[in-house]
């Protein structure tokens, strides 16, 4: 083993080195009127069970990035490492398998399955990744204040209800990074809160890092640090 392999191993192993760290990352949309640009070199560093806010305007970005990140999206340019390992590298295979068991997603839609109990939303996506801890289910279910409603279709909930639901489904397999692209965005303020409030314990809880995507700077405000997206590139806020 040569020296620099060497060194790039201890920097993948090194419990301080950030969980999340993405570089130059540069992506492009193809339209009729030729390309967009929509990231032009971002940088952003997430150290493992840290909490972030990425602000920015409508179409500023956030999405593509979050996207980007949770690997339902190929960059043109630059690198993501979740762990050291860069995922733009990675097969496709083992992009799938990212997307099962280490990165979390909750979106603004709650995107549960209309067909399936909150119990069975709740474990779906373990058991598709062969997590499914019954203990840490009825934790979660009791922690999110879903006792009483696992026998539920997502119809009959609440949007809070609902995204309680999807908060749960991301946890249950125990995922070392929760992304989440406006997740009170379809709540009203205390339905809101109180999505955010249970999230961020339950992070706490499990020590995984969260990026979180709001209009919102009071609930920004929330999370340890706040970048926001302009002109393809983060700044500080
Ligand atoms: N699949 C796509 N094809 C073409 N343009 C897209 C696509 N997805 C997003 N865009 C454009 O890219 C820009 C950034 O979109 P998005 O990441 O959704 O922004 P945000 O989440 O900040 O509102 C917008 O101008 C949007 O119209
Ligand atoms: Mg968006």
């Avoid at 032009?40 to 909490?51: I, K, N, P, Y």
């Avoid at 598709?128 to 979660?140: C, V």
């Avoid at 995204?163 to 992304?179: D, I, M, N, T, W």
């Avoid at 992070?203 to 609930?219: D, I, K, Q």
Wanted: net charge negative.
């Amino acid at each position: 083993m040569n020296a620099c392999t060497a060194n790039a191993e201890s920097t993948a192993r090194n419990p301080i080195s950030p969980l999340l760290s993405v570089v130059g990352l540069r992506k492009s949309y193809a339209t009729p009127q030729g390309p967009l640009p929509v990231l032009a070199g971002v940088d952003l560093s997430l150290a493992a069970g840290g909490t972030l806010a990425l602000m920015g305007e409508s179409g500023s970005g956030k999405s593509t990035l979050l996207h980007l990140i949770g690997a339902l999206d190929d960059a043109d340019g630059g690198a993501i490492f979740i762990d050291g390992v860069n995922i733009c590298r990675l097969s496709e295979a083992a992009r799938a398998g990212l997307r099962r068991e280490t990165v979390g997603f909750v979106f603004q839609q709650f995107n549960l399955i209309a067909s399936l109990t909150v119990a069975e939303n709740l474990a779906f996506q373990a058991r598709l990744a062969g997590r499914f801890d019954p203990l840490w289910q009825e934790r979660l279910t009791d922690r999110l204040g879903l006792a009483a409603l696992e026998s539920r279709y997502p119809e009959e909930l609440s949007g809070g209800q609902q995204q309680r639901v999807a908060v749960g489904r991301a946890l249950a397999v125990r995922p070392k990074l929760l992304l989440a692209d406006e997740p009170t965005g379809n709540l009203d303020e205390a339905a809101g809160d109180a999505v955010l409030a249970l999230t961020l314990d339950l992070v706490a809880e499990t020590g995984c890092a969260f990026l979180m995507v709001t209009h919102s700077a009071r609930l920004a405000a929330r999370l340890e640090r706040r970048v926001v997206l302009e002109a393809g590139a983060l700044a500080s806020a």
